[in-house]
């Protein structure tokens, strides 16, 4: 009735479990952004939980409404194109460079080649600060160019 088509939630009688939220989002906009249509994205996702959880935290997630909607449509594609209206100055947002970044160069080159090839790019590692070297690092980079 209020003109939403899709509407992805979860049970309003169960307790939600926090971590299972969290496993089930990312991995359902990452598939989003990666084309997947949104019931495939949504399955991606319930997915994602039943590998950590049991059945009744799987279900918990909803896909509305049930009937009489096609769900199989891409949210994003590789035709989405974004327009800016004004022009974004980069180098107020992007944090100063580190004086050095001893032993990370690879990763850092790696992680410029994943940016310039990718729409988008998941950064991950073990420790926080050495991952936030390497992106300040890297887009500090492309900034200067």
Known sequence: KAGVRHVVCCKHDAVLRDDAALKFTYIFYLALAEGYTLHAAFQKGKGAVSTRFDEEEVKKFVLLP???????????SNTDVLEWKDEIKVRDFIPPSPCHIEGREKEEWELLDLILKNQLVNFFGDIESERSRVAKAACQFINER
């Open 66 to 76: 049930e009937d009489g909607v096609d769900h199989d449509v891409p949210i994003f």
